[in-house]
């Protein structure tokens, strides 16, 4: 075998072997594409999903803090108030912007509550059904009692007797018109006004005027300072 004829030999091995080369990575090529769109999902699928899950966030129910049969949220109770004295007369009303005359202190200042003037040891009532959530000797407002009601509310007594009714203490339940006290002079504060109830009211700790929740004339306003 000669030069030339080698050389052919040669070339044609080359040839078929890089047409082999080329013939498998057509194959490689070709299986790999395959398997990639196997393993892809389908536009079709992808949107399906993504309305389902969309579908899902958007009809998933708000949590609320109490349901009623599992569907409707529980809607607190309105509180009636009582007025917490019987044949009371308002000394001083509810004034929290604007300040007003203080005869004891002798200057102005805003007063937060309502001052009920009553006889001293006149009983003194919960204005609503709720708990007791403390009782306590205010330095300057005295004998204090604090009722936490439903819907946010809260009632608070000051100027009372030191004697407490028995039985009552933190954490009681009471119901509207039970005694939670008696009308005293505990208020340091506000000692040179008559015997009073200061009773003050809040709403989601808020001061509210009593005047605005307590029934409408159950208590005289004679001497009523605006």
Not at 104 to 116: K, L, S
Not at 217 to 225: I, R, V
Request: charged residues 20%; glycine residues 8%.
């Amino acid at each position: 075998m000669n030069v030339n004829q080698r050389k052919r030999q040669l070339n044609k091995g080359l040839t078929i072997a890089l047409a082999l080369l080329l013939v498998a990575t057509l194959c490689i090529t070709i299986i790999a594409f395959s398997v990639g769109r196997k393993n892809k999902p389908s536009e079709h699928t992808t949107s399906s999903s993504k309305r389902a899950e969309q579908t899902t966030t958007q009809t998933e129910p708000e949590q609320t803090t109490g349901t009623s049969g599992g569907d409707n949220p529980v809607v607190m109770p309105t509180v009636d108030f009582l007025c917490p004295v019987t044949a009371g007369t308002v000394a001083y009303g509810y004034s929290a912007d604007i300040p007003v005359f203080s005869p004891t202190m002798e200057d102005y200042r805003i007063h937060c509550g309502i001052d009920i003037q009553a006889d001293a040891g006149s009983p003194v009532y919960a204005a609503a059904a709720g708990t007791i959530e403390d009782i306590v000797f205010d330095p300057m407002m005295g004998q204090s009692v604090i009722i936490t009601h439903t819907g946010g509310y809260k009632s608070v007594y000051r100027n009372l007797s030191t004697a407490v009714p028995e039985g009552l203490e933190k954490g009681k339940a009471v119901d509207a018109g039970d005694q939670i006290g008696s009308v005293g002079d505990t208020a340091l504060i506000e000692i040179s006004v008559s015997p009073h109830l200061h009773f003050e009211i809040f709403k989601d700790d808020a001061r509210v005027d009593p005047l605005s929740l307590i029934p409408a004339g159950s208590l005289k306003t004679e001497g009523f300072e605006d």
